[in-house]
């Protein structure tokens, strides 16, 4: 007798690194904790250890590769088997070569009684040029026209995705859907204290080093603010390939004893929280879950407008993408703004974001017909 798995989740790696991540893994999460069976599967070897926390509510698997390319490979007969030994009710991915390759294996019937539920984690035809944008573009064209259901997370990010394939305006369900936020989770991640200590006003980043998260103009924005404000440190939360030459960066504008490239941390809750101000620098993403994050431990929050919907949440102060005179001068407008009322305004924006009205929302969509207009 095949056994049922309501939700199988395919992720490329184990990271918590991104947006994407972190979303799938609150997910899983739940629909665990509602008892929902749900096997994970990583296209990709066990690497950071993340998702140990949920092995013994979710079937988890790890392919046997570091390339992910390969594993792209080797998850269509694992998926195949899968199948031939269980009644796969549901897919939920974030990743477009991911939702293209589950749609696929719907349109060629390995997935034939199976929903497809993709999400949408940036504006590709707004962030990818050249090559790589021409091996997304094919992959929506021969991937997406199966799927039941795609999640768009800004009004933006829908429209791109419309204008670049038209096609689907007809064939496709395409929504749009708030990120949501685990407020139980950011509660009990809130409550633990920074092992450091820190004797003198902080600014806190936090996201992946590399380019399209602005850490550049950051700190040399920062470097103008230094002047005005002696006594504030930069921190940055995170890790990636743009590293070295940030660290390039702040040596050169003798920033050395003033910014701090963190690394990767697990919890960035208590760094929100002990900051004098949060900020994201972002030139362009899908829609910052960091700026939630954020949001949730600290009234000063600093945003560029590098998404749909930033100019629509209450509170925050926001300037333009590329520049960092402009992100200077709205950093110290808010440093020097009184915000405690923001506590209240934030809390209530949150709120309307739980993971429960995310997930039911889905299932509800997934379940009722595209309406044609």
């Not at 989740?9 to 665990?32: H, M, W």
């Not at 997304?136 to 995705?161: D, E, H, P, W």
């Not at 038209?166 to 139980?184: E, F």
Request: glycine residues 6%.
């Amino acid at each position: 007798m095949k056994k049922d798995i309501d939700w199988l989740i395919v992720i490329p790696t184990d990271s918590l690194g991104g947006g994407a991540e972190q979303l799938l893994f609150n997910v899983a999460s739940y629909l665990s904790n509602k008892n929902e069976k749900c096997q994970i599967v990583f296209l990709s070897k066990k690497r950071s250890g993340m998702w140990e926390v949920l092995e013994n509510k979710c079937k988890i698997k790890y392919l046997p590769t570091k390339n992910l390319y390969l594993g792209y490979l080797l998850f269509i007969p694992y998926l195949i088997g899968l199948r031939n030994a269980s009644r796969i009710k549901n897919t939920f991915s974030s990743q477009t070569l991911i939702n293209a390759l589950l749609g696929l294996m719907k349109k060629f019937g390995i997935l034939k009684n199976t929903k497809i539920i993709v999400r949408e984690s940036n504006s590709i035809f707004h962030l990818l040029k050249g090559k790589k944008l021409k091996i997304y573009a094919l992959a929506y064209k021969i991937g997406y026209s199966k799927i039941n259901l795609v999640i768009c997370q800004t009004n933006f990010m829908r429209t791109q995705l419309l204008e670049a394939n038209p096609w689907m305006n007809k064939k496709l369900k395409v929504i749009v859907m708030s990120n949501p936020v685990d407020l139980d989770m950011i509660n009990q991640k809130s409550k633990i204290e920074l092992q450091e200590k820190y004797d003198s006003d902080v600014m806190v980043a936090a996201g992946r080093l590399v380019p399209v998260k602005g850490f550049d103009l950051l700190i040399e924005s920062f470097f103008e603010l230094q002047k005005l404000y002696p006594n504030l440190k930069l921190i940055i939360l995170g890790e990636g390939k743009e590293r070295i030459n940030l660290q390039k960066k702040i040596d050169h504008l003798n920033l050395t004893h003033k910014v701090n490239l963190i690394g990767f941390v697990k919890n960035v809750y208590p760094y929100f929280k002990v900051a004098k101000l949060c900020v994201m620098s972002s030139r362009i993403e899908g829609f910052p879950n960091v700026l939630l994050q954020m949001m949730s431990q600290n009234t000063k929050v600093v945003s560029t407008l590098s998404a749909g919907g930033i100019d629509e949440i209450p509170g925050i102060f926001t300037c333009e993408i590329n520049d960092a005179k402009k992100l200077a001068v709205t950093v110290q407008q808010c440093l020097i703004a009184e915000t405690d009322n923001n506590r209240a305004v934030f809390n209530q924006y949150l709120e309307k974001r739980t993971m429960h009205s995310f997930v039911e929302k889905i299932i509800t969509e997934v379940n009722q017909p595209k309406v044609v207009s």
